[in-house]
């Protein structure tokens, strides 16, 4: 009779010992990742530049990350699509200026 509840308390402590081991490991694989935002503030010329860029130059195709391309590569494909939209030098300057201080 004694063997016989020192066996199921055995069992009962394998089964309790399984139990924590796997809720352990779940835990683990659960860390908390920690997110970095990135908020950009932008000033009222640059937001103008955003909205110039949103507004005229996703008419012909999606809009291009800024990031897409370098400060240099940018230069000609913005002289390319200045004349493509029909832009003046102004809301130019303007839509490169955002760009620049997106990358
Ligand atoms: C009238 C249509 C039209 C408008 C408006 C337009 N684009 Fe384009 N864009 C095109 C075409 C067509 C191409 C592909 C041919 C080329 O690269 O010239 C292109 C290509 C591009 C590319 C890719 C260039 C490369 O080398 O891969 C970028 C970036 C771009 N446009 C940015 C702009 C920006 C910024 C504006 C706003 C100032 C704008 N586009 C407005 C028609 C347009």
Same mark, same amino acid.
Request: with cysteine; glycine share 2%; proline share 3%.
């Given at each position: 009779?004694?063997?016989?509840?020192?066996?199921?308390?055995?069992?009962?402590?394998?089964? $309790?010992? =399984?139990?924590? #081991?796997?809720?352990?490991?779940?835990?683990?694989?659960?860390?908390?990742?920690?997110?970095?935002?990135?908020?950009? $503030?932008?000033?009222? *010329?640059? *937001?103008?530049?955003?909205?110039?860029? *949103? /507004?005229? =130059?996703?008419? =012909?195709?999606?809009?291009?990350?800024?990031?897409?391309?370098?400060?240099?590569?940018?230069?000609?494909?913005?002289?390319?699509? #200045?004349?493509?939209?029909?832009?003046?030098?102004? #809301?130019?300057?303007?839509?490169? /200026?955002?760009?620049?201080?997106?990358?």
């Amino acid at each position: 009779m004694k063997s016989k509840i020192l066996i199921i308390t055995a069992a009962v402590l394998l089964l $309790v010992s =399984c139990g924590t #081991q796997k809720s352990g490991s779940t835990a683990a694989t659960t860390a908390p990742v920690t997110e970095t935002a990135k908020v950009v $503030v932008l000033t009222p *010329e640059l *937001e103008e530049g955003k909205n110039l860029y *949103e /507004n005229s =130059c996703a008419r =012909c195709h999606k809009l291009y990350d800024a990031k897409k391309f370098t400060q240099e590569e940018w230069k000609p494909i913005l002289t390319r699509m #200045q004349k493509k939209a029909k832009l003046d030098d102004t #809301q130019m300057a303007s839509i490169s /200026n955002y760009i620049i201080s997106q990358l």
